[in-house]
């Protein structure tokens, strides 16, 4: 049940990933450090989706995308929940954080930490990455990855210009890839701490996409195909053993009213059916936040208890 479990979690991870991989807090104000009472106010944006997750008829779980930009920084949280049948299978919670820099569509970020638990207690990993200009590395796991690093390793080379899962969902809705020429933009490669991976984007036409019966959106949306591409980190398979990846798709919408994109609705197959991850309400608006004196993040004797 456990692996059951794992496989759906990560099939939603992936698609989440490629298409704005976040849930993140009811809390209206994000911040990565602490303020001083001399903070400035700047102008600023925040993006915020919600989801729900489906397989087949059944909840898999929900939640919310936030992400607020400056003009020059952005910060992120995401909190993954199961839900419905899947809570009841296979209780998991997912949170992520990230910040860096932006030059327009184009993002740098700083860290990117992670948080699993699943169902059980010793059911949890922590990991953390930083990184060196264009260049993610691991900082720190725990549990340690231990000698599976060694076993399968991702040489600089190829972690090289990648992302994490949650900068690689972040770099999209910015549209910092998209072109005339390719709008569903480049090739995804994403570096997760352990493994490396691409999701390589093929455009395949515009479709007019109702949501939530016109609710959420009415209008048109890019089709995207996402194929999910094993690069390194990952331990061999025989051939024989090797499951077949059928592709995912996106259906993505430009936003004026703020110039970013919105990702509606992402359909990933999975062996025991497709998961389908859909808006069920936007917003961007315009908001201050306070900048002032940060303190670093440090992952070092975090509390490693489960998420209530």
């Known amino acids: 049940m456990k692996n059951l479990g794992r496989c759906t979690t990560l ?10 991989s976040a849930f993140a807090q009811d809390d209206d104000t994000l911040s990565l450090g602490t303020t001083s009472d001399a903070a400035t106010l700047v ?3 925040r993006v915020a989706i919600n989801y729900d997750f489906k397989l087949g008829g059944f909840s898999l779980g929900s939640g919310q995308l936030r992400v607020t930009f400056t003009d020059d920084t952005y910060e992120a949280r995401t909190d993954l929940r199961t839900g419905g049948l899947a809570d009841w299978l296979f209780q998991s919670r997912y ?3 990230s910040a ?19 169902k059980d207690s010793d059911d949890f990993q922590v990991v953390r990455i930083g990184y060196d200009e264009t260049t993610p590395y691991l900082v720190e796991a725990v549990p340690s990855y231990g000698r599976r690093l060694e076993r399968f390793p991702v040489s600089d080379e190829q972690r090289e210009n990648s992302f994490d899962p949650l900068n ?14 390719a709008p569903c933009g480049e090739t995804v490669q994403i570096f997760d701490g352990r493994r490396r991976y ?3 984007m093929t455009y395949i ?8 019966d016109g609710e959420v959106w009415d209008g048109p949306a ?11 980190g990952f331990k061999p398979q025989p051939e024989d053993d090797e499951l077949p990846r059928p592709p995912m798709t996106l259906h993505i919408v430009y936003v004026e009213d703020g110039d970013f994109f919105v990702p509606l609705r992402v359909r990933a197959p999975t062996p025991i059916g497709g998961v389908v991850m859909v808006a069920s309400h936007f917003r961007i608006r315009d908001t201050q936040i306070a900048l002032g004196e940060t303190e670093t993040i440090d992952m070092t004797g975090a509390s490693l208890a489960p998420a209530e």
Request: proline share 3%; aromatic share 8%.
């Open 11 to 20: 099939a939603i991870l992936i698609s989440l990933s490629a298409a704005v």
């Open 43 to 45: 102008p600023a944006q």
């Open 95 to 97: 949170v992520n954080t």
């Open 100 to 118: 860096g820099a932006r030059d327009g569509r184009t993002i740098y970020p700083d860290f990117y930490t992670s948080d699993f638990h699943g």
């Open 168 to 181: 690689a969902a972040i770099q999209l809705v910015t549209g910092m890839t998209f072109t005339e020429d």
């Open 198 to 200: 691409d999701l390589v």
């Open 205 to 212: 036409g515009e479709e007019h996409t109702r949501v939530r």
């Open 222 to 232: 890019t089709v995207c195909e996402l194929n999910y591409e094993e690069v390194a």
